[in-house]
């Protein structure tokens, strides 16, 4: 590595961390609205000592021998790293890191405006104002669901689903929640939350809100069996990733009437949006915004850079994600 790394961002980041990499390295950022396609990306990740990547772009075998030896770490901004192949970037001594904890409470803010928009029916009311429907104030009009002392059940207790519970704290709820990891009591006590089977949270929850990681145990995790065994007034939020909610299976759901409605922020095949969803109205539906507020993306963009300079530095990165490849 020469004395200035040579690095590559795969789509605009923040100015203010985008400023202090450049003060240490020759930054090339990809700007392309669409993100770089994959043959294009093999292409330009040759002979990078860094690359920052997206949850677009998959880092597997593929793209650490286009890219090359010489290659230290791949920083992904987002905290999920399911494009990541990370024991492929073990085998190929790349360090790899994502960027948690600063978005978590973004992302349960995220969830919760979700989980309020579908049950208060916030989206159809928006659009038939917009559409310049006539109306007047009446009692039984585009009645929803009611969040406060209701249950939530939260599939996926860590950082962000333990967030979303001290919300509906606030919110005088129940709080439920299901993670195939037992959580310290300390964790229960502080969040109020009760462990239940699976079968039980969905059975008793009003409010399921999605928070696992998507790996091959949780992919499909919710499908036809899942929405059947939930109450005729539940509401399903998802900010974790697609395609742990089947989407045809939770498209008939909601037709169906099996459920009340869905909030989505994820997709089976981003940036894909299923059309049976979009033509129903029980559906609230936001592009992959989880951590997308100012602060926040600021603070993604710093953690990034922390991480690369440690690398340089040959210091062990703050959110290494394969501790193997730096020496245990
Ligand atoms: C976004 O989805 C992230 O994983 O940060
Ligand atoms: C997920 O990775 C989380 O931070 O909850």
Not at 47 to 72: C, H, N, S, W, Y
Not at 170 to 182: E, P, Q, W
Not at 259 to 284: K, T
Request: charged share 25%.
């Amino acid at each position: 590595m020469t004395d200035r790394p040579n690095v590559l961002v795969t789509r605009p980041i923040m100015d203010a961390p985008l400023a202090r990499l450049r003060e240490r390295c020759d930054v090339t950022v990809h700007e392309n609205d669409f993100g770089i396609p994959r043959d294009e990306l093999l292409h330009v990740v040759a002979g990078r000592d860094a690359i920052v990547t997206m949850l677009t772009e998959k880092v597997d075998a593929e793209f650490l021998a286009a890219a090359g030896p010489q290659l230290r770490i791949v920083a992904n901004h987002a905290v999920g790293f399911d494009n990541v192949d990370v024991a492929a970037c073990t085998d190929a001594s790349v360090l790899a890191t994502n960027t948690p904890d600063v978005l978590t409470e973004t992302t349960a803010d995220t969830a919760f405006a979700l989980l309020m928009a579908a049950a208060r029916r916030v989206g159809e009311g928006e659009r038939f104002l917009r559409a310049g429907t006539p109306w007047i104030w009446g009692p039984l009009m585009m009645l929803g669901q009611d969040v406060h002392h209701k249950t939530i059940g939260i599939v996926g207790f860590g950082r962000i689903g333990q967030a979303v519970a001290r919300r509906a704290k606030g919110f005088g709820m129940r709080v439920a929640y299901n993670d195939a990891v037992n959580l310290p009591a300390e964790v229960e006590a502080e969040t109020g939350a009760e462990r239940l089977d699976l079968d039980d949270l969905l059975a008793q929850a009003d409010f399921i809100s999605i928070h696992t990681n998507l790996t091959p145990e949780t992919r499909h995790l919710f499908g036809a069996e899942a929405f059947r065994a939930m109450k005729p007034t539940a509401v399903v939020v998802n900010t974790s990733r697609g395609p742990v909610v089947d989407e045809q299976a939770l498209a008939d759901a909601l037709e169906a009437g099996e459920i009340f409605a869905a909030g989505l922020d994820v997709f089976e095949r981003e940036p894909e949006v299923e059309a049976r969803l979009l033509g129903l109205e029980n559906v609230v539906v936001i592009p992959h915004l989880g951590s997308a507020t100012v602060d926040t993306r600021n603070a993604m963009g710093d953690v990034v850079v922390d991480n690369l300079f440690a690398a340089f530095d040959g210091a062990r990165p703050p959110t290494l994600l394969n501790p193997d490849a730096f020496g245990g």
